[in-house]
T-cell receptor, first 113, second 113 residues
Framework: AQSVTQPDIHITVSEGASLELRCNYSYGATPYLFWYVQSPGQGLQLLLKYFSGDTLVQGIKGFEAEFKRSQSSFNLRKPSVHWSDAAEYFCAVGAKGNEKLTFGTGTRLTIIP | DTGVSQDPRHKITKRGQNVTFRCDPISEHNRLYWYRQTLGQGPEFLTYFQNEAQLEKSRLLSDRFSAERPKGSFSTLEIQRTEQGDSAMYLC???????????FGSGTRLTVV
């Protein structure tokens, strides 16, 4: 069975500082990996996804993520956060031929001035 | 393209009552998914449809839950004899098969009192 661990429940970052959100997955074959963002009272929006190829993936809103098979990780990064980035971030794993996703428990991001 | 619409946004019901939620996917999307999200957790898969066929149901979906997608367009999720443990956000998402590009709706928040 596939699973996702997001070890950080809550992260606080100063506006303009860099950000890294951690995600570790467990899956026997090649995983399909995703990052979603959820603002309060809203549905989830896809930031980026990784299927294969270049392990550094660019997404929307200036986010990127790097797939590291040796560490079973898919960490999300942003060089300089904006106040509007405050939200809940979810990492998810899927598999080729099975589009059902398994989500982590999320990391809540707070931005301070 | 108006995105994925869910109705109602909020529902408060008494324990033991039946409730029904509706999801209208993006019109050209042939896959439709239902997820449930409780406080502090990531979304958990409930069921999904390809066109009008329900292809998979989670063990989370007890006999009190039923989902339909008549004619492969909108979908309904019904919960019979609601329990307090059913209180959650119910999220609908749609996608084109093979794209893994979920578009989520804003969800229906159910409170069972």
């Amino acid at each position: 069975a596939q699973s996702v661990t997001q070890p950080d429940i809550h992260i606080t970052v100063s506006e303009g500082a860099s950000l890294e959100l951690r995600c570790n997955y467990s899956y026997g074959a090649t995983p399909y990996l995703f990052w979603y963002v959820q603002s309060p009272g809203q549905g989830l929006q896809l930031l980026l996804k990784y299927f294969s190829g270049d392990t550094l993936v660019q997404g929307i809103k200036g986010f990127e993520a790097e797939f590291k098979r040796s560490q079973s990780s898919f960490n999300l990064r942003k060089p300089s956060v904006h106040w509007s980035d405050a939200a809940e971030y979810f990492c998810a794993v899927g598999a080729k031929g099975n589009e059902k996703l398994t989500f982590g428990t999320g990391t809540r991001l707070t931005i301070i001035p | 393209d108006t995105g994925v619409s869910q109705d109602p946004r909020h529902k408060i019901t008494k324990r033991g009552q039946n409730v029904t939620f509706r999801c209208d996917p993006i019109s050209e999307h042939n896959r439709l998914y239902w997820y449930r999200q409780t406080l502090g957790q990531g979304p958990e898969f409930l069921t999904y449809f390809q066109n009008e066929a329900q292809l998979e149901k989670s063990r989370l979906l007890s006999d009190r839950f039923s989902a339909e997608r008549p004619k492969g367009s909108f979908s309904t999720l019904e919960i019979q004899r609601t329990e307090q443990g059913d209180s959650a956000m119910y999220l609908c998402a749609s996608s084109l098969q093979g794209t893994y590009g979920y578009t989520f709706g804003s969800g229906t928040r159910l409170t069972v009192v």
